[in-house]
């Protein structure tokens, strides 16, 4: 569905991708790993339209992505939950998520997804009229999810959707992605939290510096004995499966 091809992305002499290659089959949860500064965002915003590569391509299903302004790859199909959730504080929860289908024009359609959303998160339902800065931080990574899924993407961009959140809030979290993932939403994770993401992903990728330095199974790089030392320490564990 996804296919990034030896892609280039620079911030003046800064190097942040540096002939990246990596690929999001149609259905998979595929997981993007690496240390702050490891160019995992970058690859993001190159994705989203948000920053322009020097060299490379992006295909989404086959047809290329880049040089499209943002909004344009909304329409492709292609939704992203920031880092930090980037909510809009100042509104409610309900106006947060109506906001998320802005390029939709099917209104029936999206009055349903809007009521599935509420049943995907009872606790956003429950708090449809409150302003959305008064929330719990969980509560805001749910609204964040709630507010991208109402653009009906084929493909999900997550980035470190566990930031900040205490320990069980992860679990649930990465639960929920896990259950949207069946629901048949492709998604790349993108994440510093290396064991929660592995135990959900099929398949993920190593970044360092800009490049792909491993990649493998989630089976495979949670036993990998290079990033157990980098990266699985403190790791907390996703959900059962």
Avoid at 49 to 61: E, M, V
Avoid at 135 to 144: D, I
């Amino acid at each position: 569905m996804l296919e990034i091809l030896d892609l280039k992305v620079s911030y003046g002499a800064v190097k942040a991708l540096d002939g990246v290659s990596l690929s999001v089959p149609k259905g998979a949860i595929v997981a993007l790993l690496g240390a702050n500064g490891s160019g995992k965002t970058t690859a993001i915003r190159a994705i989203t339209g948000l920053a322009a590569p020097q060299a490379g391509r992006i295909l989404f299903d086959g047809r290329p992505l880049t040089g499209l302004p943002p909004h344009e790859v909304v329409r492709r199909g292609v939704a992203v939950v920031p880092e930090g959730r980037r909510i809009f504080i100042n509104l409610s929860v309900h106006e947060n998520l109506l906001l998320g289908g802005y390029v939709r024009r099917d209104k029936e359609s999206q009055a349903r997804d809007l009521n599935e959303i509420y049943d995907t998160f009872p606790r956003l339902a429950e708090r449809r009229g409150q302003m959305a800065g008064t929330l719990s931080g969980g509560e805001q990574q749910m609204l964040a999810l709630g507010r991208a899924l109402m653009s009906r993407p084929r493909l999900l961009l997550l980035d470190e959707p566990s930031l900040g959140l205490a320990p069980l809030l992860v679990r649930e979290v990465f639960k929920i992605v896990s259950r949207l993932n069946r629901r048949g939403v492709t998604i790349l994770l993108v994440e510093q939290n290396a064991a929660a993401a592995l135990r959900i992903a099929g398949y993920g990728y190593v970044l360092e510096t800009g490049r792909v330095v491993l990649a493998g199974s989630g089976a495979e790089l949670l036993e990998h004995p290079q990033l157990k030392d980098a990266y699985l320490g403190d790791g907390i564990g996703g959900p059962d499966q």
